[in-house]
């Protein structure tokens, strides 16, 4: 079975950190781009921070650039996204995507077109004092 697992969300007050994770299970990361996105009730789903396979180019949002950093080990067939700095208004559920589209996209483009064949559930982020 393919999937991708998101772990790690929480409730933090703002200004603290999180770290999330990315699994995936049935297949492998090292060949794929992967991104984060988010979704916060009633608003669309947004590409926030994306990495590349080949060579470990990053993608990041205006909102959380500073913030937030992607990074991959492909050892354990993980994507971490640390969030630090937190604000009320990163509160949303965290999906992880894996795409594995030839030629692979930009970051960039990941992130902007929302692109990915394989989806997690997501994780909830809920930034409140």
């Known amino acids: 079975q393919l999937r991708l697992v998101e772990s790690g969300g929480g409730l933090v007050q703002p200004g603290g950190s999180l770290r999330l994770s990315c699994v995936a299970s049935g297949f492998t990361l090292d060949d794929k781009g992967v991104g984060w996105f988010r979704q916060a009730p009633g608003q669309e789903r947004e590409g926030i921070s994306c990495?590349?396979?080949?060579?470990?180019?990053?993608h990041h949002d205006d909102s959380v650039k500073g913030r937030f950093t992607i990074s991959r080990d492909n050892a354990k067939n993980t994507v971490y996204l640390q969030m630090n700095s937190l604000k009320p208004e990163d509160t949303a559920v965290y999906y992880c995507?894996?795409?594995?589209?030839?030629?692979?996209?930009?970051?960039?483009?990941?992130?902007?077109?929302?692109?990915?064949?394989?989806w997690g559930r997501g994780t909830q982020v809920t930034v409140s004092s």
């Open positions: 995507a894996a795409d594995d589209a030839y030629p692979q996209p930009t970051p960039q483009r990941m992130c902007v077109r929302k692109l990915g064949a394989y």
């Open positions: 990495i590349s396979s080949a060579n470990g180019t990053t």
